[in-house]
């Protein structure tokens, strides 16, 4: 069975640092393409970042410069570096796979809260 | 980066049927992707590239494009279709994925 199951989450001040993992199982995770995804409380869906298969990378402006995403293809996992965190970054944060730049995310983590507060 | 706008809410009674609207800039030639939010869960694609169905998903659950617009219709709505709709696509001149800011579902 295909599964994410993210971890990480939790309460940071801000201009502090997290960095969230994403666990793969039932893929490879660098045979994929692997998003990020957040949620601030009550509000929509909003694409953080990407990590293509070949291993480019791409991000929301939003977050560029701030928040790294990368893999370990030997843990199988995902990962999503946040620096400089705003309280603006208060969000679930999904990971997400897509088998293309252009195709849905079919897969999908049960997601982790970062909380920015002072 | 690319925009899509969807309406903030739409209401409808059981049985009748359901337009959930998105709009952006030659959507034609994106592939629009609809996905279904519950409370607390992850979301759930229920259409891709504009009008493909995944197994599992009611044939009630169908989409089209015309114009600068993609249309999730959702026939027959049940209490249990009651949920957040959400629009993407992947735009290749930036290579950033868009959502759209959902539309809340309400079934009278």
């Known amino acids: 069975e295909e599964q994410l199951v993210e971890s990480g989450g939790g309460v940071i001040q801000p201009g502090g640092s997290l960095r969230l993992s994403c666990a793969v199982s039932g893929f490879i995770v660098s045979r994929n393409y692997m998003s990020w995804v957040r949620q601030a409380p009550g509000r929509g869906l909003e694409w953080v970042s990407i990590i293509y298969s070949g291993g480019d990378t791409y991000y929301a402006d939003s977050v560029k410069g701030r928040f790294t995403i990368s893999r370990d293809s030997s843990k199988n996992r995902l990962y999503l570096q946040l620096n400089s965190l705003r309280v603006e970054d208060t969000a679930v944060y999904y990971c997400?796979?897509?088998?293309?730049?252009?195709?849905?995310?079919?897969?999908w983590g049960q997601g982790t809260l970062v909380t920015v507060s002072s | 980066s690319y925009v899509l706008t969807q309406p903030a809410s739409l209401s409808v009674a059981p049985g009748k049927t359901a337009s959930l609207t998105c709009g952006g800039n030659?959507?034609?030639?994106?592939?629009v992707h609809w996905y279904q939010q519950k409370p607390g869960r992850a979301p759930v694609v229920v259409i891709y590239y504009d009008t493909d169905r995944p197994s599992g998903v009611p044939e009630r659950f169908s989409g089209s494009i015309s114009g600068n617009t993609a249309t999730l219709t959702i026939s027959r709505v049940e209490a249990v279709d009651e949920a957040d709709y959400y629009c993407q696509v992947w735009d290749g001149a930036t290579d950033q994925v868009a959502f759209g800011g959902g539309t809340k579902l309400t079934v009278l």
């Open positions: 997400a796979r897509s088998e293309a730049a252009a195709d849905p995310f079919d897969v």
């Open positions: 030659n959507i034609g030639n994106k592939g």
